[in-house]
C-alpha cells in the first residue's frame, strides 16, 4: 500500500495485479510505503478501514481516496496458479507444482479451499464498508495506459514502470466445464472487472 499524503491518495496493494512494480518505481515519491508484514502490505479496504482510516482522519486527512487495480478473475486466478508453482513451495501445502490449473480453480471454488487455493477474492478484498469506506477508483490490470494517465494527473510525471515479481510461465488450459464453474461460483469479481471502464488511449 502507498500513501500520497498531499495528494489525499491511497494505492491499495491488491496481490497479483502488478502493484509491486508501482511501489519499486513510485515509493520515493510516496509519503508512506507499507512493506511489511503482508497483511498491512495488503490490506484490504475493511482492514485499511479499521487500522489506517482512523490515524489518518486524526491527522487531518477525512478525504482520502482509495485507489484499486483489478485484474480479470482468469487471469488473476491464473497469476496465482504460477506463483504458487515456485521452489521456495516445494513440498508445501500451498505448492500448485502437483496439480493441474483445472484442479487447482476448483478447489478455489470450494467453501473452504485447500491452501494451495486459498487465494481469497478480488471483490471481497474492495468490499465497501459500512461507514462508506470505498475505493473511489477503479482501474483494470489490462489497462495501463489509463491507470498511468490517472496517476500522471494526480501526482505529475512519474518514471516507466518496469515489470517486477513477474511469475514464471506454465500452461493454464481451461475445460469448459471447469471455466464454467468459475464463472458461476465467482460472479461477484467477474461483474466487477466488467464494471471497470477503460480509460488509456
Excluded at 491464473?78 to 513451495?89: E, N
Amino acid at each position: 500500500m502507498m500513501v500520497f499524503w498531499n495528494e489525499r491518495l491511497v494505492l491499495l496493494s491488491v496481490p497479483k495485479t502488478g502493484t509491486h512494480a508501482y511501489t519499486q518505481a513510485l515509493g520515493p515519491r510516496a509519503s508512506m510505503v507499507v512493506t511489511d508484514p503482508p497483511e498491512l502490505k495488503h490490506a484490504p479496504v475493511y482492514r485499511y478501514n479499521r487500522f489506517f482510516r482512523p490515524m489518518f482522519e486524526k491527522m487531518g486527512a477525512v478525504d482520502m481516496e482509495l485507489v484499486a487495480v483489478i485484474r480479470e478473475p482468469l487471469s488473476w486466478l491464473g497469476s496465482w496458479y504460477r506463483y504458487r508453482q515456485r521452489p521456495a513451495l516445494d513440498g508445501r501445502r500451498a505448492s500448485t507444482k502437483s496439480h493441474s490449473f483445472d484442479t487447482f480453480l476448483t478447489e478455489c471454488c470450494a467453501d473452504t479451499p485447500a491452501p494451495f487455493a486459498n487465494v481469497g477474492s478480488q471483490a471481497k478484498f474492495v468490499e465497501a464498508r459500512p461507514n462508506g469506506t470505498a475505493v473511489r477508483q477503479f482501474f483494470r490490470y489490462e489497462d495501463q495506459a489509463g491507470f498511468r494517465n490517472f496517476l500522471i494527473d494526480r501526482l505529475g510525471d512519474i518514471p516507466d514502470i518496469p515489470s517486477a515479481n513477474v511469475s514464471p510461465e506454465r500452461s493454464l488450459d481451461i475445460s469448459p466445464e471447469v471455466e464454467a464453474l468459475v464463472r458461476k461460483k465467482r460472479a461477484a469479481e467477474f461483474a466487477l472487472w466488467e464494471s471497470i471502464p477503460i480509460r488509456g488511449h
